[in-house]
């Protein structure tokens, strides 16, 4: 649905945002008129007491209020249910009721301060009961009016009066004149400045240098540009998410072709491999877990944790050398040797130091695994966002390896700021002159996944038999060329529908591309779909079939958007025409593909409930396709799906189970050989 339109600007929400916002209101002011009707009627009459007369006018003027008041509403109410999200029309006289409803916002304030008045004019000597009553009128009526206030201020949009100046003129949509253009220009330039305000507004906690007002600059850029080209509010996002999510469920619930079955039946060596590589994982997941310190041992240990810490770890105190950035009172290394198992003679080099690029990581010997690991800690800081959202592309060559590769920004950034501190400082040479023996092995979670599979590509020519294990890294990370060389020596642990492993700026043009079309071509009223959906989250059941207009269309016509979702789309971003007109186009787009780093496994519920608050559950792995990630999937599970206790949980269960197996196979074998 476009934006609203009142007072000559576009606001975010829509004509059709004010069915349970005002029905709520609408229970509450009936409630209240009764109430005050019934006061009223009980008193009639006996208004002699001082200040009676006043009250009486005060009663009667607050009904009549109250009644224009609730027909007011109702109305709106009414009206906003009409249309769909994409048919505005039977709406169309909703900006009048919306006047009339504001503009009874005037005398109800004065109405408001007056009755405040009256209750504190001490020579008013009524029943406590009336003056109670009052009281609970005036306060009714102030925290309605600070509420409507505050829904108004969330709903402003900076950029209405621009945006409803080129939304409402037809000609300025082809972009033709030199004056439309200079206006497109402008409006780019204001919203790339609202977003930067909003990003200074949420790190103003942190220190800011060049680098913060640089990475400021390039996420409001990617902010803008991918917000700017649709004219949706954010209810028909959580509409288009809700159905997204039960139409995959329904795709979900098919049976599949036996094809399809059969192409995840690996062969023995194949399933060996596997085998081994989840034990490895299991086992360097805890090192990946523990780089984020106590935040992540409290959080699984919520009862004992702080116990532990503070009996344990205290008399620990590593030298001053050993570690850089700030750990009070020990606790960040303490949780570390916790999680770890190890201890402090293990560790090379612990940091904490957190800056934009700069993020914490820890050098450490693994005797188990006769490995050097290298964990570097994943997102936990304002710093860490922004290096997250530092999406750009660059070119990442490597000598005598590959050209052109293109890799992530902020993540490989961050890589290179560790590779740094290991060869510059001496970190690894430092670490095999303990241990020459040892592999290296480097470990990371979530923003330090990613940034353990680019150090891993840089350290590759240097240490051949390095190993790297990403879980849960991001999606939009390596060129093709890059994750292909990287299937050598990384492997990428991916868990269920994680979010992270499936974010990349093409995955979110489709996933907005998806949201418009199903939003668009919807029959039913928002109102129905978000009650249904909500419904459907908490308690589950049936996919609802909602009819569309897409229903009964063929697949050649499937591919040309639809009026009502034309209507939806201001102009198209770079990265969305890249989407559509990619094979017609020799320009690259401005955010071009990006895949999961290395050999991918994707664990995956076996059987077990939808919902949050399943238990007992099972898992299977296997080995994937970058392709499988191409596409978001909606789910109540897709962010704790990407938390690394989840992720630990998940490979741990899969360890034992493989561990449960050749046990029994080792017993079954030993029992045929002792039989005659």
Same mark, same amino acid.
């Given at each position: ?102 503009? =009874? ?52 949009? /900076? ?74 509010? /954010? ?7 809700? =159905? ?113 690029? &700069? ?237 999961? /780093? ?69 017993? &079954? ?8």
């Amino acid at each position: 649905m476009p934006g609203l339109v009142v007072f000559g600007r576009r606001w975010a929400i829509g004509s059709d945002d004010f069915v349970l916002p005002g029905a709520f209101e609408l229970f509450v002011r009936l409630v209240w008129w009764l109430g005050i009707l019934a006061l009223y009627a009980v008193h009639k009459g006996r208004f002699s007491c001082p200040g009676g007369a006043l009250l009486h006018s005060y009663l009667l003027v607050l009904i009549l209020l109250l009644a224009a008041v609730i027909c007011a509403l109702a109305a709106l109410v009414y009206i906003s249910m009409q249309g769909t999200i994409s048919n505005p029309g039977p709406r169309k006289s909703l900006p009048k009721l919306l006047y009339t409803r504001l503009f =009874l916002y005037l005398p109800e304030f004065i109405w408001a301060v007056v009755g405040a008045v009256w209750v504190s004019d001490s020579s008013v000597q009524c029943e406590k009961t009336v003056i109670n009553v009052i009281i609970g009128t005036v306060i009714a009526s102030w925290v309605i009016i600070i509420f409507t206030i505050i829904g108004v201020l969330i709903v402003f949009d /900076p950029l209405g009066g621009k945006k409803t100046f080129y939304l409402t003129d037809g000609v300025n949509r082809n972009l033709e004149s030199s004056q439309s253009g200079q206006l497109l220009y402008n409006v780019k330039s204001t919203a790339t400045r609202v977003w930067e305000k909003r990003i200074r507004l949420l790190c103003c906690c942190i220190v800011q240098d060049d680098d913060h007002r640089v990475a400021f600059t390039s996420i409001a850029e990617l902010f803008r540009t991918y917000f700017s080209d649709t004219d949706l509010v /954010p209810s028909d996002i959580a509409a288009g998410l809700t =159905l997204l999510h039960q139409e995959q469920d329904k795709m979900e619930s098919c049976p599949k072709e036996p094809e399809e079955v059969l192409c995840h039946s690996p062969s023995s060596l194949v399933a060996d491999d596997l085998d081994v590589e989840l034990e490895n994982a299991a086992h360097y997941m805890l090192f990946a877990a523990a780089a984020y310190g106590w935040p992540y041992y409290i959080y699984t240990n919520p009862f004992t944790a702080l116990c532990k810490l503070t009996g344990d770890c205290c008399g620990n105190r590593p030298t001053e050398s050993d570690i850089t950035g700030s750990d009070r009172h020990n606790i960040h290394f303490g949780s570390i040797l916790k999680i770890t198992g190890l201890q402090y003679r293990d560790f090379i080099h612990i940091s904490f130091h957190n800056k934009i690029y &700069e993020i914490p990581f820890f050098v450490a010997l693994d005797h188990r695994k006769e490995a050097i690991v290298v964990a570097v800690r994943g997102t936990l800081s304002f710093e860490d966002i922004l290096t997250d959202l530092s999406a750009d592309c660059e070119d990442l060559t490597l000598e005598d390896v590959l050209e052109n590769g293109f890799v992530h920004k902020g993540i490989t950034q961050a890589a290179n700021y560790i590779y740094r501190k290991l060869i510059n400082d001496g970190i690894l040479n430092q670490a095999f002159t303990i241990a020459p023996e040892y592999k290296l092995v480097i470990v990371g979670h979530s923003l330090g996944g990613g940034t353990a599979s680019i150090l891993a590509i840089m350290l590759r020519n240097s240490f051949p038999t390095l190993r790297c294990y990403a879980f849960s890294p991001p999606g939009g990370l390596l060129s093709k060329s890059l994750a292909d060389y990287t299937k050598h020596f990384i492997v990428s642990v991916i868990l269920g529908k994680d979010l992270v492993a499936r974010l990349s700026m093409p995955n979110m043009e489709d996933l907005k591309r998806r949201i418009v079309r199903i939003v668009a071509n919807c029959n039913r009223p928002k109102y129905q779909i978000l009650l249904r959906g909500c419904w459907y989250e908490v308690f589950g059941g049936d996919p609802d079939n909602f009819p569309t207009e897409l229903d009964g269309r063929n697949q050649d016509a499937l591919t040309q958007p639809l009026l009502a979702e034309e209507s939806l789309m201001v102009h198209r971003s770079p990265s969305y025409n890249a989407l559509e007109d990619e094979s017609h186009s020799n320009s690259p787009p401005q955010y071009p593909h990006l895949y999961l /780093p290395g050999k991918i496994i994707h664990i995956v519920e076996e059987s077990s409930s939808r919902r949050l608050c399943s238990s007992d559950i099972k898992y299977t792995a296997r080995w994937s396709s970058e392709t499988v990630f191409s596409s978001i999937l909606i789910s109540p599970k897709m962010i704790t799906d990407h938390m690394p206790d989840v992720v630990l949980k998940a490979l741990t269960s899969l360890s034992q189970e493989h561990g449960s197996c050749i046990s029994c196979q080792t017993r &079954e074998c030993n029992t045929s050989v002792v039989q005659p």
